[in-house]
């Protein structure tokens, strides 16, 4: 995910990159075409180091004034450690999701950003990602009618590129790395669930790898998502969400291609929605700088956000642990 953001930075007017700290693979020659996400170009991408620091420490990126903004695209379990430090030394921080292991985790990093002199934002990109951002206007602005029914998918294989992410204890499996996306979704679009049953299983890092959820939400609607990176190898990565209102159904599913996002609409042809801009990366990157040039916090997404989806997973992990409705 470094290098992903790397790239939507660069999209991003009146930024620049300053430095990148890695403890383990420094791009010393500025080489930083090893990895990406399962979303995203993956063409090659490279740094002029002779204007980019690169550093093992973060504390040297911390006592460097010429930095305004650290973006957090390091394993789950270090989150809070040092998305507080980064807090504290005054910096803006934006940190990839979910926000922490644990909700208790998570809110140590709310309570620290509320005395914060920079601005902190959790990456949730799916709020802003184009297709997704459509339906959530959709939903809002009613012309379709009320939702009546959601369901959303997100399944891909195993992450293989680092063991970290194996490490149930340490990320959360799918539930918290993957699933959290939908969830944060769906409070995004009805607001914070009521209560949630859940089932589920781990198959690989002894947290739960797979999970089917039923949200119970203000309005009445029917409201399902399913998680999993135990997808077998050859399948790659998949997100689709289905919406039924009123008046319409929407269907987006990213296999399609250009076709993804199709609306079919009482009383007319079907149509697909075509959609052009950037991708949710560079968007909330861009929501980041504009909050912080505006002087005033990030608002589509904040750290309650994050802290309620990690409340959320949690709430579906009980309820696939018990067998029972949770309560939210």
Known sequence: MGTTHIRAWRAVPGTRIAAVCDAVRLPVDGDLSFGGGNLGPAEPLRLDMSVVKATKRIEDLLADPAIDVVDLC?????????????????????????????????????????SAKGFFMPAMCLRFWPHYAWVKQAVDGGRLGRVLAARFRRVGEPPGWSPEFLDGARSGGALLDLHIHDADFVQFCFGRPRAVFATGFTLLSGAIDYV????????????????????????????????????????????????ALRLFEKGQKPQTISLDGPDGYVNELSHMAESIRAGRPPSIVTGNDGLAAVEICEAEEESIRTGQIVKL
């Open 74 to 114: 390091v394993p789950t379990a270090v989150h809070p450690e040092l998305a507080i430090a980064a807090l504290q030394a005054g910096k803006h921080v934006i940190c990839e999701k979910p926000l922490a292991r644990t909700s208790a985790m998570a809110r140590r990093i709310v309570e620290a950003a509320r």
């Open 212 to 259: 089917s959820a039923i949200y119970q939400v203000a309005g009445g609607a029917s409201v399902t998502a399913e998680g999993s990176w135990l997808m077998a190898e050859g399948h790659g990565f998949n997100m689709a969400y289905t919406f039924i209102f009123e008046r319409a159904t929407v269907d987006y599913d990213m296999a399609r291609g250009a076709e």
